[in-house]
C-alpha cells in the first residue's frame, strides 16, 4: 500500500538486516526495489555502495547526501526501471526536505524507512523528527539492554565513560556506542559524575 513507513529502534535492533528482508519480499515476488542509504553512514565501507547488516546480510544500494534531492534519484532510477517500492536505510541522517521529498514519493509507492529514533543525547534526529510527524505508519523494532529492560538510548561511550558531549554524528558500532535502557543510561551518567 502507498505509505510512508518510519521503522525505528535503538542501535543493534536488526533495522539494517529487517531492511534487507524487507527488499528480498519485494524482490521475491516480482517487484522492483530502490534501496537507499545515507552517504553519512560509513561503518561497512568496502568500496561498494552496500547495505550491510551485523548478521552478514548485505546489498547493494544507491547512497544519497543531504543535498541529494531523492525525488530526482527516485525519478532517474523510474527511468531506468521503473521502481515499486523505496527502502531507505539510515533514515535518520535524511534532513528534514528530503523526508518531505520521500513524503511526496509515497503518495503513488510504498516507502519504507528504517533508522535511529534519538541520538546519543536522546534528542530526536532531523530526519527522525520528521518522519515522526509525517509517516502514516510508525513501529519500534524493539532490542533489549544489558539489563533486560527494553533499550530505547544509544549511549556513546569514549574511552570507556559516557559521553554527553560533542558532534550530533559520530559513525561507529558497538566500539563507541551501547544500546541501552533509561535507567541503565542514567546509572552510567551518575557513575561519570563520580
Do not use: H
Not at 536505510?89 to 533508522?115: H, M, R, T, W
Amino acid at each position: 500500500m502507498a505509505k510512508l513507513y518510519f521503522k525505528y529502534g535503538a542501535m543493534g535492533s536488526s533495522k539494517s538486516a529487517q531492511a534487507l528482508m524487507c527488499r528480498f519480499n519485494y524482490i521475491q515476488k516480482g517487484y522492483n526495489v530502490l534501496l537507499l542509504k545515507s552517504s553519512i553512514d560509513t561503518r561497512f565501507e568496502n568500496g561498494k555502495d552496500e547495505v550491510v547488516s551485523r548478521i552478514g546480510l548485505k546489498a547493494e544500494c544507491t547512497k544519497f547526501s543531504n543535498k541529494d534531492n531523492l525525488i530526482e534519484i527516485f525519478n532517474k532510477n523510474n527511468q531506468i526501471k521503473k521502481v515499486d517500492v523505496v527502502i531507505v536505510d539510515e533514515c535518520q541522517f535524511a534532513s528534514k526536505e528530503q523526508i518531505e521529498q520521500l513524503k511526496d514519493i509515497s503518495k503513488n509507492i510504498p516507502v519504507l524507512c528504517y533508522g535511529i529514533l534519538t541520538n546519543f543525547k536522546t534528542f530526536l534526529f532531523e530526519g527522525s523528527k520528521r518522519l515522526v510527524e509525517l509517516a502514516d505508519s510508525l513501529s519500534e523494532i524493539k532490542s533489549v539492554c544489558k539489563c533486560g529492560r527494553k533499550a530505547t538510548i544509544n549511549a556513546r561511550f569514549i574511552n570507556g565513560k559516557i559521553s554527553t558531549e560533542g558532534k550530533e554524528i559520530q559513525i561507529g558500532a558497538e566500539e563507541s556506542y551501547q544500546s541501552m535502557c533509561y535507567w541503565c543510561y542514567r546509572k552510567e551518567l551518575e557513575l561519570n559524575k563520580n
